[in-house]
């Protein structure tokens, strides 16, 4: 594939860029990371740039350079599905075969801002009104192609790959760590002051009593059995989380601020190689797991966020299973 275009860094040669990336692009609320998750849950391989090539410079969300050309660069897979924005965007469209733009109306975004439970950008009423004076001044990159994201998640899926022309049924052999199953992931945060009452709750009621005290939630997408294999691996890098005050058995941890001074810097996904991620994971469970490196960078993401929830009278009483 000839591209009509240089960016300001060198591109590949022809060879280097014989498969097809593809952008899906769009504003908060449009639904970025929901179709980034359903593309992998379908066998495709997807990048989420906000938990994989994401810094931030001077209040700017900006893609790693070295990061974004690395991924885009690369001969395999044949194709590859690139979810998110970031401040140079622009700088790296003559990488991308087609870009998509996610689109929705008004009421969608704010009904969806409002009420997303994992992120609390566009909750203030002047972060809101700039998402919708962006959505209704039709802020895209130039030549993308709209998809209409208030259609269910499965149909606005079904529609991107139609365009990318790929197959859009869902008939690829799921590896397991791409099925929540049972072992899946969750974090609430709540008011340090409710912890004993979360602790000393009996089975039946712990739920419905963790449920009323959450000021937050975050989960994670992918098989819980990634979280499991990823803890001792950060463990091994001086990221001890696995030795939380554990409570109900060892599945259910808490985090706390503490965790958060210590830890949150060192836990930024551009930093960890998913292919040294995709190698422990492999000799850890003793078995072949192509893509689960974006897993892994999810789970490492997943607890970077965890932690940045915290403050000083919070904890995040952490799940997996």
Same mark, same amino acid.
């Given at each position: 594939?000839?591209?009509?275009?240089?960016?300001?860094?060198?591109?590949?040669?022809?060879?280097? /860029?014989?498969?097809? +990336?593809?952008?899906? #692009?769009?504003?908060? $609320? &449009?639904?970025?990371?929901?179709?980034? !998750?359903? %593309?992998?849950?379908?066998?495709?391989?997807?990048?989420?740039?906000?938990?994989?090539?994401?810094?931030?410079?001077?209040?700017?969300?900006?893609?790693?350079?070295?990061?974004?050309?690395?991924?885009?660069?690369?001969?395999?897979?044949?194709?590859?599905?690139?979810?998110?924005?970031?401040?140079?965007?622009?700088?790296?469209?003559?990488?991308?075969?087609?870009?998509?733009?996610?689109?929705?109306?008004?009421?969608?975004?704010?009904?969806?801002?409002?009420?997303?439970?994992?992120?609390?950008?566009?909750?203030?009423?002047?972060?809101?009104?700039? /998402?919708?004076?962006? +959505?209704?001044?039709? #802020?895209?990159?130039? $030549? &993308?192609?709209?998809?209409?994201?208030? !259609?269910? %998640?499965?149909?606005?899926?079904?529609?991107?790959?139609?365009?990318?022309?790929?197959?859009?049924?869902?008939?690829?052999?799921?590896?397991?760590?791409?099925?929540?199953?049972?072992?899946?992931?969750?974090?609430?945060?709540?008011?340090?002051?409710?912890?004993?009452?979360?602790?000393?709750?009996?089975?039946?009621?712990?739920?419905?009593?963790?449920?009323?005290?959450?000021?937050?939630?975050?989960?994670?997408?992918?098989?819980?059995?990634?979280?499991?294999?990823?803890?001792?691996?950060?463990?091994?890098?001086?990221?001890?989380?696995?030795?939380?005050?554990?409570?109900?058995?060892?599945?259910?941890?808490?985090?706390?601020?503490?965790?958060?001074?210590?830890?949150?810097?060192? %836990?930024?996904?551009?930093?960890?190689?998913?292919?040294?991620?995709?190698?422990?994971?492999?000799?850890?469970?003793?078995?072949?797991?192509?893509?689960?490196?974006?897993?892994?960078?999810?789970?490492?993401?997943?607890?970077?966020?965890?932690?940045?929830?915290?403050?000083?009278?919070?904890?995040?009483?952490?799940?997996?299973?």
């Amino acid at each position: 594939m000839r591209l009509c275009s240089v960016p300001a860094f060198a591109l590949a040669d022809d060879a280097a /860029m014989a498969r097809r +990336n593809y952008l899906v #692009e769009g504003l908060s $609320g &449009a639904g970025k990371s929901s179709v980034y !998750e359903e %593309l992998i849950r379908r066998g495709y391989k997807a990048i989420s740039t906000d938990r994989a090539w994401k810094r931030n410079h001077r209040g700017t969300s900006l893609w790693d350079e070295q990061k974004a050309v690395s991924e885009l660069e690369r001969p395999e897979p044949d194709v590859l599905f690139v979810c998110g924005s970031g401040g140079n965007r622009d700088r790296f469209l003559p990488y991308f075969t087609k870009t998509f733009n996610l689109r929705i109306d008004d009421d969608t975004m704010r009904r969806r801002l409002q009420g997303r439970t994992n992120n609390e950008f566009g909750k203030q009423p002047e972060e809101l009104e700039l /998402m919708l004076t962006l +959505n209704r001044s039709d #802020e895209k990159p130039a $030549g &993308a192609i709209d998809v209409d994201a208030t !259609e269910p %998640l499965e149909q606005v899926v079904d529609e991107l790959l139609r365009l990318a022309d790929c197959r859009t049924v869902s008939d690829l052999t799921l590896p397991s760590w791409s099925k929540p199953g049972s072992a899946i992931g969750r974090s609430f945060v709540v008011a340090e002051s409710a912890l004993p009452l979360v602790q000393g709750a009996a089975s039946d009621q712990f739920w419905d009593l963790l449920g009323r005290e959450t000021i937050n939630r975050i989960e994670y997408s992918w098989s819980g059995d990634v979280l499991a294999t990823l803890l001792p691996y950060l463990d091994e890098q001086g990221i001890d989380l696995m030795h939380a005050d554990q409570t109900r058995g060892g599945s259910v941890f808490v985090l706390t601020s503490v965790h958060r001074e210590r830890y949150l810097s060192r %836990l930024d996904p551009v930093e960890f190689d998913g292919a040294v991620l995709r190698r422990h994971y492999e000799e850890f469970n003793e078995t072949a797991a192509e893509g689960v490196g974006y897993a892994m960078l999810d789970g490492i993401a997943f607890f970077r966020d965890t932690l940045a929830s915290l403050e000083s009278a919070t904890v995040a009483v952490l799940i997996i299973g």
